[in-house]
């Protein structure tokens, strides 16, 4: 069955760089784009960008600037990276396969990132 | 970016109730709205895309409807299990999500 799972640290410094891994099984890369969302503690969520399954990216223009995401599909692995991290970057990221429609629907369990010195 | 302005920010409703929670995004979407249920400590689940169109496996009692900027989500007969957060998402665009509603049992 279709599953993805991020990985990465827990805690990231101020001004650092995140940078996250999204695992996934049962369906291919080459197929179905991924988004990352993030949410914000007891707060909505955010859409940060897609991998597109022909390889390319879409990105938040909130985010234009310090995300990049890339993948690996001999891994089915998805990769975020995001720059300059600043406190509000604490939060829960996820990723999700896209649906019918292209919108998010399968997602991963997330992964909690604190951005604390 | 498109707003999508959800409300309201919470709801208390009784078991068997009908509640509405509304989206009103800032430009037309062209009926590309979904909406989103969220249980504490788990990742949202997809309920209904293009405005009414419900997921595989999610109960009839949950419904969409709407067209142009404006956008409502029913859930009928509340039961216990109903109690989560509800988001709307516009993919007309850039997605973004609504602020969500939390919908408490009274």
């Known amino acids: 069955q279709v599953q993805l799972k991020e990985s990465g640290p827990g805690l990231v410094q101020p001004s650092q760089t995140l940078s996250l891994t999204c695992t996934v099984s049962?369906?291919?890369?080459?197929?179905?784009?991924v988004h990352w969302v993030r949410q914000h503690s007891g707060k909505s969520l955010e859409w940060m960008g897609r991998?597109?399954?022909?390889?390319?990216?879409s990105y938040n223009s909130a985010f234009t600037s310090r995300l990049s995401i890339s993948r690996d599909t001999s891994k089915s692995q998805v990769f975020l990276k995001m720059n300059s991290l600043q406190t509000e970057d604490t939060g829960t990221y996820y990723c999700?396969?896209?649906?019918?429609?292209?919108?998010?629907?399968?997602w991963g369990q997330g992964v909690m990132v604190t951005v604390s010195s | 970016d498109i707003q999508m302005t959800q409300s309201p920010p919470s709801l208390s409703a009784s078991l068997g109730d009908k509640v509405t929670i509304t989206c009103q995004a800032s430009?037309?979407?062209?009926?590309?709205i979904a909406w989103y249920q969220q249980k504490p400590g788990k990742a949202p689940g997809l309920l209904i895309h293009?405005?009414?169109t419900l997921v595989s496996g999610i109960p009839s009692r949950f419904s969409g409807s709407g067209s142009g900027r404006d956008y409502s989500f029913s859930i009928s007969n509340v039961e216990s299990e109903d109690i989560a957060s509800y988001y709307c998402?516009?993919?007309?665009?850039?997605?973004?999500f609504g602020s969500g509603t939390k919908l408490e049992i009274k």
């Open positions: 430009q037309n979407i062209n009926k590309y």
């Open positions: 293009y405005t009414s």
């Open positions: 999700a396969r896209e649906a019918s429609g292209g919108l998010p629907g399968d």
């Open positions: 991998m597109w399954s022909d390889g390319d990216t």
């Open positions: 049962g369906f291919s890369l080459t197929s179905y784009s």
């Open positions: 998402l516009q993919y007309d665009n850039s997605p973004t």
